[in-house]
């Protein structure tokens, strides 16, 4: 089988659980260095032209590789799903792709559309604005956060709101919104900071969610025809502010699975499919994005669980759906070490934080597969590169020639 995508975590997990479950990996990825490229679950790695900048190429790419080793089945990983998807009807007449159609992935992946989607579903969801130009970021900025102290309760969103642009990945570009209270008086309004020049800068449009308190809440699952598969679930408390987790342990929810179970047979799923919430005081779930690919809660699995079943044979689990152990609780080790330590009381202090690098696994690092390891700084210095070239972040560098931002038209 085939993986697009070798760089992220993610990926080399993926790797190496269906190496272990016996079957043949091949890779194909437009990055020099990355960490599947070093990988002993890998047999063969390829590189393609990057997918954002020659789509044509990466296809055909592809289908030099599926042909070459006689692929079965290609798996994306990463945001290059997306032209995987577009291209989805000319790789089956080669081989499986385990993908759903590109219209479905844009309906989810837009985080404006998605709310809507959840929406006629009727699913409970943040109240959220789409901001396709300066005028819209005005009137939403008045409504929110503009109103002086004492009209708090006649605001829309008294907590404030959330900021980001409708396709973005990993907390890029996000921005929180405070509403001002009594000590702002006299203090220019949120906006004059924000600007409302984003959403015309972006290129694309925003967002705009209603900020709701309680603690936030990550899925993964594979998906067939709307069942689950494989489920896993987990709290957000280490992370980049604003963004990607890099601490993750398992979470037993019921309701949560009932949530993503019904979803994905309502909307007749099939593939990866991620959630973010937010779980309120008392209960109640908010979803408040969609990632219909591969996502960290993919580590939360181990060699024996089934990982390869649940995604090319689903009828062998009779029913089942593949969950993670209670105790497999993994971190990357590198983020956690560098600023884990800052989470303070947020995350239960530095006690707590020694006690969870120690007890967790390095999502990256393996006795019997090391290399990937210590291919992280080559990585990072081609990603440095990159972000110095085209002036992004690193962040964003990792994701600048796979991303994927509704661009075309389907139905």
Same mark, same amino acid.
């Given at each position: ?10 990926? #080399? &997990? ?5 190496? @272990?479950?016996?079957?043949? +990996?091949?890779?194909? %990825?437009? !990055?020099? /260095? ?27 790419? #592809? &289908? ?5 080793? @006689?692929?079965?089945?290609? +798996?994306?990983?990463? %945001?290059? !799903?997306? /032209? ?40 409970? +969801?943040?109240?959220?604005?789409? !901001? ?280």
């Amino acid at each position: 089988m085939l993986l697009t995508g070798g760089r992220a975590p993610v990926a #080399l &997990e993926m790797a190496r659980l269906l190496a @272990a479950a016996g079957c043949e +990996v091949h890779v194909a %990825e437009s !990055l020099r /260095y990355y960490l599947c490229r070093v990988s002993n679950a890998v047999a063969s790695r390829t590189a393609v032209p990057a997918p954002a900048i020659d789509p044509e190429g990466f296809l055909a790419g #592809l &289908e030099q590789v599926v042909r070459r080793e @006689a692929i079965d089945w290609i +798996v994306p990983t990463c %945001e290059e !799903l997306f /032209y995987v998807s577009a291209g989805k009807e000319r790789l089956e007449r080669l081989c499986r792709v385990f993908a759903a159609p590109i219209g479905q992935l844009r309906r989810l992946h837009s985080k404006w559309s998605f709310i809507r989607r959840t929406e006629e579903l009727g699913f409970a +969801v943040p109240a959220t604005r789409l !901001l396709a130009d300066p005028s819209e970021w005005r009137d939403m900025m008045e409504l929110s956060v503009d109103a002086p102290p004492a009209d708090k309760r006649e605001r829309e969103w008294p907590d404030g709101c959330v900021l980001k642009p409708a396709f973005s990945r990993s907390g890029t570009h996000v921005r929180f919104v405070k509403p001002r209270t009594d000590g702002d008086a006299g203090r220019p309004a949120e906006r004059a900071r924000c600007g409302s020049r984003l959403p015309a800068e972006s290129g694309y449009p925003w967002v705009a969610q209603q900020y709701i308190r309680g603690r936030g809440l990550c899925t993964y699952s594979i998906v067939h025809e709307g069942r689950l598969t494989a489920h896993a679930a987990y709290a957000v408390t280490y992370a980049v502010p604003g963004g990607a987790c890099y601490y993750f342990e398992p979470l037993r929810h019921p309701a949560l699975m009932e949530w993503v179970s019904a979803f994905a047979r309502l909307e007749r799923f099939t593939g990866q499919l991620a959630f973010d919430f937010i779980e309120t005081d008392d209960g109640r779930l908010y979803p408040i994005e969609c990632n219909p690919r591969a996502t960290s809660g993919l580590h939360l699995f181990g060699n024996g669980e089934r990982i390869a079943d649940a995604l090319f044979d689903p009828d062998s689990l009779g029913g089942t759906i593949v969950e993670p152990q209670p105790s497999a609780s993994t971190m990357l080790a590198l983020p956690m070490l560098a600023l884990g330590w800052r989470s303070g009381t947020a995350a239960g202090g530095w006690r707590t934080w020694l006690g969870k690098l120690a007890s967790a696994r390095d999502a990256v690092y393996r006795r019997d597969d090391p290399r990937p390891f210590f291919e992280q700084p080559l990585m990072l210095n081609e990603l440095r590169r990159i972000a110095r070239a085209r002036g992004r972040s690193i962040m964003e560098a990792m994701t600048a020639d796979i991303e994927w931002n509704g661009e075309g038209e389907w139905p």
